[in-house]
């Protein structure tokens, strides 16, 4: 089945270290997107890509950095610039037929000790 | 800029009763518009969309919305209330485009839905 895997479900980080959030998809779809949901708050852009190896930052890029090497693969990094990382992190990809519809992934709790 | 409010941050109803969600968006013109459905500790799912023509979608799990371009409203309704309904409900609108292409999702907060047995 196709569908978007992140990993691990849940992560926890001393303050200071770095931590990357792997987000997987077999959809072939070409664009990528990167969320941090807080309570209350909804979900918020973090980075974005629409191709390999072109990103663009979302509304709340400082403190985070991604990569876009392989068309399938999305990775987050959540570096110690990041004042308040603990949160839900989700990703989401579009693509193909579905173009705007966004299909996300289970995603990832990060909590900072 | 587009923006989305849902008024309603916790609703409960009793199975078998309506239910009705609130969303109201603000952009200029006719945005694509979403609502999705969060389990807890879970991704989104998408629940139905509208891109434009017949105003009233219907979408899965017997949910259904009306676009009211009047009020910039997007309503979510379903019939009759299942318990396994009970979830986080975002509408999302869709219509800044994003620099290098594509469409900029911005969620409304969220209704936290609970279902009375």
């Known amino acids: 089945d196709g569908g978007i895997t992140q990993s691990p479900k849940y992560l926890f980080r001393k303050e200071g270290q770095n931590v990357t959030l792997s987000c997987e998809q077999n959809l072939n779809h070409d664009a990528m997107y990167w969320y941090r949901q807080d309570p209350g708050q909804g979900l918020r852009l973090i980075y974005y890509?629409?191709?390999?190896?072109?990103?663009q930052k979302g509304d709340i890029a400082e403190g985070y950095s991604v990569s876009r090497e392989k068309k399938e693969s999305f990775p987050l990094t959540v570096t110690s610039a990041q004042k308040n990382p603990t949160a839900f992190y989700l990703c989401?990809?579009?693509?193909?037929?579905?173009?705007?519809?966004?299909?996300f992934g289970p995603g990832t709790r990060l909590t900072v000790l | 800029a587009q923006s989305v409010t849902q008024p309603d941050i916790h609703i409960t109803v009793s199975e078998g009763a309506s239910l009705e969600l609130r969303c109201n968006y603000s952009y200029g013109a006719t945005p694509y518009l979403f609502w999705y459905v969060q389990s807890p500790g879970q991704g989104l799912q998408l629940l139905l969309k509208?891109?434009?023509?017949?105003?009233l979608v219907q979408g899965i799990k017997g949910f259904e919305a009306e676009f009211k371009r009047s009020q910039s409203s997007f309503n979510l309704r379903k019939p009759s209330v299942h318990w396994s309904d009970a979830a986080e409900y975002f509408c999302a609108v869709g219509a800044e485009v994003l620099t290098g292409g594509g469409n900029k999702l911005t969620f409304g907060t969220g209704t936290q839905l609970k279902v009375e047995l």
């Open positions: 890509s629409q191709i390999v190896n072109d990103f």
């Open positions: 509208y891109f434009s023509g017949d105003t």
């Open positions: 989401a990809s579009i693509g193909g037929l579905t173009y705007n519809e966004q299909f």
